[in-house]
């Protein structure tokens, strides 16, 4: 094929498109807010957390297909109201898909990408759901229309092709052989650009033959996506269009290549933690995706008149064969979808950018013609010629028989080649409408079926390929697993599954499935060991995770929404099993509206959980056939433990893994477990040499990767075990504490007991007598104020009860001191002594600083040690000291630091302080100028002894501040118990066996519990009040002022 080269040439920029979908039932279980608003086709987005930050995007076009729609009678999604706004699938074609249509019947290649975040409607708007056609059906059924309208004026011919690029490799989807292990390869001609090798191009005459080749398309994908695994999520699918169209008359031909792109979800790794992952991240992860935004940010660049030297295309696969969409010989189309969900902001601003940039794409279309054609064209012209000759030798009658003879040879070997290049496309077409046929009575042999039997149906992560599978489960008894050599046998494929995994059997109308030996089966979340009776829309699990839905005989089927049994609805019934309730993460709250809405943050940790939980069964499941001996396990870690305020809210998901025989231990977040997980599958693929169905295959003698290469392998860390909250109120008081605190685990556990003590002392670290205790702590702003940590004893150590070839360590952060610091390990004891002491220094205490002692806790990490891990040392790196040793912390009052970035905000911290000191100090004049006034009446009460009586006073203040000093440090005491027992109340939750009798437990323990912390908060308080009372009536007694009036 070669573009002609004529003046039809022209500059086209890509058209962008953006469709917003409807809230999905995760989006609507979170209350989610709408964040997105369209108005023509403009398009604002704001930030949910600042109602100011608003961004504005043009495009070509703008569905709002959000709201304002209805489902008819015939399953349609249309607008409520005629006009309305909503956008439905027959106006998205309108607005995009016929201009594809018309470029492509103009002679154009044309190419429509859909470009968006993970569940964002990528599918739904090309491929359509049920009876919601999209965009790519629509266009073939509209295509082939006009073909047959136009038979008269020109011959048209289809070929339809259909591949999948995964972890990049092309997959041809319409293959009916065994697929070739590293996939189709790409190569390169001079003429034609990049293709794709031995893609099967099939020719077609009608919608419904394409619309049955792409459900066989999807059901290969969807089998190739249980076999190998993987997820589709992650594939980009191509559908490719070949239109040629011969205009017999005129005696052009029109060639269009359409090229139809669902990509691969967009979906940004939110970050989790700080940690990076020491294995980069899969090495195909996403290539092609990241190279198409390469792709498209090195051509908007050069748009903009920047000088770009190089386009990387030939860096992943996708790009190679979207050369010319891109920046070529191409129209090309972006529908980009997103979420309007407050909760999807990041996702769908970063789908805006990428759109944007897009747009500014600058493609050079021509009309192109084929060479077929030019050669018919040719060997016409030479027949005509030939012919000519004959006629003049005829006329001239000059010719001899010999030369006749050879130009009727000639002519007739033209005619030939002319029937033959023209009759080709008939013959093919004819073959490939037998396959059809062929296949069309598979289709209707299983709607038979599935008006007899019951049958398993698939569910898929990716709604797109769910129920594409059908398993029938015929009278009798039948062995479901990988072998499928009896007759009475169902092959399935997956990871985890057995050659022999289960028996089916249906008789006397009743269904049971039976596990065998080894195998696991999972039936409504709970894993069955025997045999167990199937009902109607029962949910099933085979090995680590192929999920069907159970379809019972028709009779019991009464046309229910299946759909209400998607990934998701599995995935919560297996958590559920493990006692992972959204209730039981979630602390409720209540909108405006008064409807009780769970924590949205809390919910995205619940969906997070669901979403890694079959991920974390197959990591087991390929770590246990590659023989790695290496356990994952989920965990909700409560990030409470780390905040110095003790909040209880926020939550994250992180996964333990586990060497069991060297008892290693190693904890990973989200993100990098995904990876590792990526890169497991990469790695099991390769081992298993073409798995067969999840049991590794030859492969075997393929080299063990180098341990550092090795995703299921990890050098030993230190681990974070839990943490402990020391409040450090007593400091401020100058209050000397000794203080005994739990160190709780992530899952609310008890690691250990830690013997603390925070002592005021002087500069050399003299500990202060209670005569030193404050009553106001404002007295210490701008005065020096040293205190020391230390870390007695810790006992009761759970990480070396485990295993005792372990340490430990414990770090901390004081206030602003720049480095975290570390006690020194200690190994092999579960009661370990510490004696660490360390000193700190405010040469000139700020009110942040007080403001910090009195609100907030020191939190002291547990680090466990593992042999092989060295140990976390303290960085002295931009600590400064005073000249005893003493860390100097609150540096933001000493004179270096006065020029911080936050002056402005200290500033006016202190400005407001002030303000309250200036308030407290007039109250305190006013109330010295009476007792002044009081004094002297005294005074003129009786002269004698004044003198004696001032300095009774005199002694009298100090001993009755010195009493209240001791009153408040009991209280103090009191309230560090009070304050243990309501962290206890926090975290006591109920057991997750929902049964009656357990909640009724719970909630007699949680009353006495709260009946406890009640009594000791009242007696803390009357203790107080009484030793005040006691104070004051001594005060008066003592001073006689009062009753001396
Ligand atoms: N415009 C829409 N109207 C109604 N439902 C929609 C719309 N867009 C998407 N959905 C629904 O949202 C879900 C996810 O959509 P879809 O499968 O198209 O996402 P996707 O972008 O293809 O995701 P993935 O990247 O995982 O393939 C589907 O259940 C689909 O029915
Ligand atoms: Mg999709």
Known sequence: ???????????????????????????????????????????????????????????????????????????????????GRYADQVSVFEGLGQGVLENALQGYNATLLAYGQTGSGKSYSMLGYGPNKGLVPTLCDRLFQFIRTNQDSRQCQVFFSMLEIYNEQVIDLLSRGSRSPGGLRVREDQQRGFYVEGLRRIPSDSAAQVEQLMEQGTRTRTTAATHMNSNSSRSHMLIILQLKQIFSKECITKQSNINLVDLAGSERQRSSGSEVDRLKEGTAINLSLTTLGNVISALAEAALGKKVVHIPYRDSILTKLLQSALGGNSRTVMIATLSPADICYEESLSTLRYAERAKRIQNRAVVNEGPTERLVKELKAENAKLLLRLSRLDQEGRRTDEETKELRRLLTHNELQIRAIQTLWEQRLQEALKDWEAQYTTITQERTMMQMYPYMLNVNEDAQLSGVIKLFIQDGEWDVGLADSSPRSISVRGLGIQEKHAVFSNQQRRVTVTPLSG???????????????????????????????????????????????????????????????????????SVSAGSI????????????????????????????????????????????????????????????????????????????FINRKFLMEEMYQQQAGGVSGGVVVGGADLPPLPRDRDPFWDPLEPLHLGSAHLWLQSLPFRIHVEEQVEVVGPEGSEEAILQTQLIPCSPTGLPLGEDDILIDPTE?????????????????????????????????????????????????????????????????????????????????????????????????????????????????????????????????????????????????????????????????????????????????????????????????????????????????????????????????????????????????????????????????EKSGIWSER
């Open 1 to 83: 094929m070669r573009a002609k080269e004529n003046d039809m040439a022209s500059k086209d920029c890509v058209k962008v498109a953006v469709r917003v979908r409807p809230f999905n039932k995760r989006e609507k279980d979170a209350g989610s807010r709408c964040v997105v608003s369209m108005s023509n086709n403009i398009i604002t987005i704001q930030d949910p957390r600042n109602q100011q930050n608003r961004r504005t995007f043009t495009f070509d076009h703008a569905f709002w297909s959000h709201n304002g729609f209805v489902r008819n009678g015939r399953g349609l999604f249309v607008p409520e109201e005629e006009g």
């Open 519 to 589: 195998s696991k089966v999972t039936v409504n979340g709970a894993t069955i060991s025997q045999k167990t009776e199937l009902h109607h829309l029962d949910r099933l699990i085979l090995g680590s995770n192929s999920t069907y839905l159970f379809i019972g005989f028709p009779s019991e089927r009464a046309g229910e929404d299946w759909t209400r049994y998607d990934y998701d609805y599995f995935q919560s019934e297996l958590a559920a099993a493990e006692g992972i309730h959204l209730h039981s993460l979630c602390v409720f709250i």
């Open 597 to 672: 809405q769970p924590d949205p943050s809390l919910l995205a940790v619940f969906y997070d959980y669901i979403r890694l939980m079959p991920m974390v069964t197959e990591a087991n499941q390929m770590s246990q056939e590659l023989n790695k001996g290496v356990e994952f396990k989920l965990e909700i870690k409560n990030l409470a433990m780390s905040d110095s305020k003790g909040h209880d809210l926020e939550k994250e998901i992180a996964v333990r893994v586990t060497c069991v025989e060297r008892k290693q231990v190693w904890m990973w977040s989200k993100a990098k």
């Open 780 to 1036: 210490l702003l701008g005065k020096r104020l040293d205190f020391q940590l230390v870390l007695d004893q810790c006992c009761g150590l759970r990480w070396l009860k485990e295993a005792r070839n372990r340490g430990v360590q414990i770090g901390f952060q004081m206030f602003d001191c720049p480095q975290p610091l570390y006690t020194p390990a200690v190994w092999h004891n579960v009661n370990p002594v510490l004696e660490y002491r360390v000193q700190f220094t405010a040469l000139k205490t700020s009110p942040e600083l007080l403001n910090y002692l009195q609100s907030s806790a020191l939190v002291l990490e547990l680090w466990g040690l593992q042999e092989g891990c060295t140990d976390l040392v303290s960085s002295l790196d931009g600590v400064r000291t005073t000249p005893e040793g003493s860390i100097i912390i609150d540096k933001a009052s000493t004179p270096q630091n006065t020029v911080s970035s936050d002056l402005s905000s200290s500033l006016h911290a202190l400005h407001q302080d002030l303000e309250q000191l200036r308030v407290t100090n007039a109250a305190l004049r006013k109330e010295n100028s009476a007792l002044r006034e009081q004094l002297s009446a005294s005074a003129r009460h009786g002269a004698d002894g004044g003198r004696g009586r001032q300095e009774r006073r005199g002694s009298l203040r100090t001993s009755c501040d010195a009493d209240f000093a001791r009153a408040l440090k009991v209280f103090y005491h009191s309230m560090t118990s009070v304050r243990g027992q309501l962290q206890r109340l926090r975290r006591h939750r109920p057991s997750e066996e929902e049964d009656l009798l357990g909640l009724r437990l719970f909630v007699d323990e949680h009353s006495r519990l709260l009946k406890d912390f009640g009594e000791q908060l009242e007696q803390s308080v009357s203790t107080l009040k009484q030793d005040v009372a006691a104070i004051v009536r001594r005060k008066r």
